[in-house]
C-alpha cells in the first residue's frame, strides 16, 4: 500500500501538527500569517528580516485597482453569489503570463543569468554582467522581463523601496543586484531609460530569498487573493459590476458573421 | 460617462496608493501581510490584537493535509504544470460548503442567532440562550455548525486555543459567547457531547472581529491559499501525484452501464 | 484493495469502449456530440428526437452575446492567453444562481409541484394546478422561477419554439405542460402578463428529458463552453479586452476608505 | 462612446439571432450541437462532412475515465456540492500542456512543418517531408507531439477510425496527410515503431478541417465537459470520491520538513 509523505498538515485523535510544529500551542497566536506562508512554501522558519522582505513583496502585489482580475472576480461575484470560491478562483485565472506573471519570469532570468556566470565581486563586475545580459538579449530580439511600465515611466515606486527593504535586511542577493545594475546599464544598450517596475523587482527579491522560482507566480497569487477579498468587499458595500457589465453589453454593436478558416494548407 | 470608485489600489505617474496609503512608503515594510487582507477587507486598519487574533484563525485554516483541495492542486498541477494559477484556482473550488464552509456557516449561524436576541448579561444568560438555541435546531431536524469533529472527537485543540487568543486580545465577543455557552449547554439536550470544532470557532472568531459575513469563506480561502502553495512546494520536491492518480486509475472496474431516467412525471 | 466503477471510459492495450461501446468502431462517426453528451450523462442513448429537443436547448443556451461569463472569459484571456482552460473556466464559473441558473431552478421547481400532486388530466387540470403553485408562491412571497425576462418583455421567442420542437418529438412532457399553464394563468393571480423566458423553459424540457435534476445547470454550461469558444475565437480576430479593461480602468475613481465593521454584536 | 462588435448572440425585445441567425427559427431544431460549435468558433456553417469529423474528434476525446480532470471533478463535487460550476471548472483546469495539451501541440507542430515547406504532391513526398521532420526533431532532442502511447503501444484504435473517417468526408488534408507519413517513416529514425496516437491525430484532423490553432485545445475542452458531467452524474448515483479522498487520507505519512532554498546564488 503506497503511502504519501508530507510534513505539512497532519492531525490525531488529540494533536494537529503542521510543518512538524503543534498548531495549537506553538503556531497559532505565535506565527505570522506572511511567515506561515513562507514557512509552508520552504519547510523552513524565516528569520524575521526574510518575513519583512517576503511581507513587502505580498504588499506590492496585493491590489492595482480595476485590473482584469479585479474586474473579472466582480463580474462573477455578480453572476454567481452565491459562490466566492468561483469568483476569486476567476480572478486568479487572470495571474499567467502577461498580467502576474512577470515576477516570475524576472525571477527566472535573473536566476538563469546568475547561473552561468560568476558572481561579480563589486558594482563594476555586476555592471558588466548587467551590459551583456542587456545586449544578448537585444541582439535575441528579446525584451528584459521587469523593464519598463506603462504608467511608471520616470520610476515605479516600489522599486527603490524593496532594494532599501532588502538591504535594511541584509538579504540583498545577487538577483536584486543583477536587477540593479540592468535599471543602470541599459541606457547604454537600449538608448532610453526605462524603469525597473515593481513586479520585477519582485521577483528579484522572492529569489534572494530563496523561494522555489517555480513558484514565484504562486506569491503573487497569493497577494492577489487578499487583494481580491478586498475587491469583493467593496463590491458588496458599493456595487459597480453590474453597471461595468452594462457598460460593455449596451455598447455592442452585432455585426455580420466572418467567416473563418477552411483551409491552412 | 460612469465613473467606478474605488478606495483599493490606484496609481499615477509617480505615485501609487493603497487604501489611500502611500503604498511604498507606508505600506511595505510596515505593514504584514495579514493585517493588510485585514485591512483591504474593511478599509480600516486593525489594532494589534485583532490582527493577531485573524493571524491565529488563518493559521488554524492553512493547510490539514491530504484533503480533497490539496489532492486536486496537486492533481491539476500533475495535469497542466504550466499554470501554477489554475492548479491553485482548482483547490479553491473545493472551498464550498462542505470542507471549508463550516467557518462561514457558524459565523452567519451565530450572527442570525444574535440579531434576533437581546445580548446576554452574564455566564447564565449565555447559557439560557444557547440552551434554547440548540432546542430549536433540534426541533427543526437541524445540525449546528461547528459542533462535532470526525477525528478529534473528545476535543478539537484549536478550539480553546482560539478561545485563550481572542481573550488575551480582549477580542471574546458575543459570538464567541455564545459559540462557548453551546459547547457547555448542548449535551443536556443531545444527550451526548461534541466537540466545538475548529472551522466553527475560526467563524465565530472572525464574526466578531467585525469582518464581512459574506466573506468568511473567502478568509478560509486565503488561508488556504498559503497551505495550497505549500502544497505545490512539496510536490515539486517530493511528487507524489502521479501515484494518486494512478491508484484510482489502476483499480477501477469497467462495469456496464445502468441507464437513468427517461421520466420524472 | 478498493475498485472504482465506472461505465464511463476504459482502455485496454487494443480498445477503447465508452459506455460499453466500441470508441473507434461504435462511436466515432456515428454517434453526434450532442447525442453523446445525453448517452454520458444518462448511460442511455437517447432517440433521435430527445437528441434533437436536448440539442435544441443547447442552441438556446450557448451564446447570449456579452453577458458577464463572456466578458469574464475575454479579460481572462487578455491577460493570461497561455492558458485556453484558465479562460474557460473562469467563464463558466460566471455560471451560479444568477445568470446560468434559471435553467436548473425552473426544472427543480416544476419536478418539486409534481412530486406533490396528481398528474392532471387535460388542459384544464393542468390550469387548476398552475393556479395554485402561483398563488401559493406569491403568499410565500417568493417568484416562480422562468417567469419574466428584463429584455423579451412581450414574449421570449425561444419559448414558443422549444414547445413545438418537445410536441413534434412526443416529449412535450408533465414540465413543460405545468410551465406552459403557469404562462396562461399567471396574469389572475399577479394583474400582470410576464413571458415566459429561455432558460426556463429549457429547464422545463430538459427534466422532461428525464436528466438528473441536481445536473441541469451542468447542460447549461456544456452549451455556454461552446459558446464562450465561440467568444475566444472572436477575440483573437477582433480584440476587445483590452478596451474593456482600459474602459473600466480609466473611468475609476479613487475615493477614500470607508471603514467597515468592528463590531456586530 | 467604444462599441464591442460582435457576430455572436444578439437581441432584441422581438428578436434573438445567432451569428446572424434568427436563433429560434433557423437554429434551435434544426442546427445540431456539434455543428454549432463549429459554426461559433468558425463564424462559416460547417458542411456535413465537416460536421461528421468534428464530431468523431469531440467523441475521441470526452471521456477517458478515471484521467485526473475526472478525479479532480469528483473531489470538486464532493466538497463543494452546491457548485456544479466550480467542479467542471476544476476538472477543465487539468486541460493543459500534459494531459489534454497533444491534440493543440500536434496541430500546431503539424501546421508549422507545412508552412515550411512545399506541399509535396504524392506519398512519396509527404514520406520524404516527414523523414526530414522526424530526423530534425530528433537532431533538436525534441519528441513528435502526437507519437507513443502509455498505453495503446501496439496501436490506438482511435487513429485509423480518424483516418478514415476523414478520407470518406473528403476532408483528409495536409495535416492528416503529414501525421500519417510521420507514423510511416519514424521507425527509420527512431530505430523503434511507435503508436500515431488519438489526442495527436485529433489535432491533426481539427487543422486540417481551418479551426483556430490558438484554439484546438478548447475543442479538447469542450469534448471533456460532456465527459466531466458524465462524471458527475455517475458520481451522483454511485458516488466513490469519499472513498479515494480516504485512500489518500488514510496512507498518508507524516514526515519531518525538509527545508528548501536560503539561497540561489
Known amino acids: 500500500m503506497t503511502e504519501y509523505p508530507t510534513a505539512l498538515g497532519a492531525s490525531s485523535l488529540e494533536k494537529i501538527t503542521l510543518l512538524g510544529q503543534d498548531l495549537a500551542g506553538d503556531v497559532m497566536g505565535k506565527v505570522s500569517f ?132 532588502a538591504a535594511e535586511e541584509n538579504l540583498y542577493g545577487p538577483h536584486l543586484s543583477l536587477f540593479a545594475a540592468i535599471g543602470r546599464v541599459h541606457p547604454q544598450v537600449l538608448g532610453k531609460t526605462l524603469p525597473l517596475n515593481g513586479a520585477g523587482v519582485c521577483g528579484a527579491a522572492l529569489a534572494d530569498l530563496g523561494l522555489p522560482l517555480e513558484l514565484l507566480r504562486g506569491f503573487a497569487l497569493l497577494a492577489r487573493t487578499a487583494g481580491l477579498i478586498g475587491q469583493l468587499a467593496e463590491e458588496l458595500r458599493n456595487p459597480v459590476a453590474n453597471e461595468i457589465f452594462l457598460s460593455v453589453d449596451l455598447h455592442n454593436a452585432s455585426v455580420p458573421p466572418e467567416p473563418y478558416g477552411g483551409s491552412h494548407g
Not at 64 to 82: C, M, N, W
Open 34 to 165: 506572511g511567515e506561515l506562508a513562507f514557512w509552508l512554501a520552504t519547510q523552513r522558519r524565516p528569520a524575521p528580516g526574510e518575513t519583512r522582505v517576503f511581507e513587502a513583496v505580498l504588499a506590492a502585489l496585493a491590489d492595482h485597482g480595476f485590473t482584469p482580475t479585479a474586474i473579472v472576480t466582480r463580474l462573477t461575484y455578480l453572476s454567481a453569489p452565491d459562490s466566492i470560491q468561483g469568483a476569486l478562483a476567476a480572478g486568479l485565472l487572470g495571474g499567467g503570463s502577461r498580467f502576474l506573471g512577470v515576477t516570475e519570469d524576472c525571477g527566472r532570468f535573473l536566476h538563469e543569468v546568475l547561473a552561468g556566470a560568476p558572481l561579480p565581486a563589486d558594482d563594476e563586475g555586476w555592471d558588466a554582467l548587467a551590459l551583456e545580459t542587456v545586449k544578448s538579449r537585444r541582439e535575441a530580439g528579446k525584451f528584459i522581463p521587469g523593464l519598463g511600465h506603462h504608467v511608471h515611466k520616470d520610476g515605479d515606486p516600489r522599486t527603490p523601496r524593496l532594494f532599501e527593504i
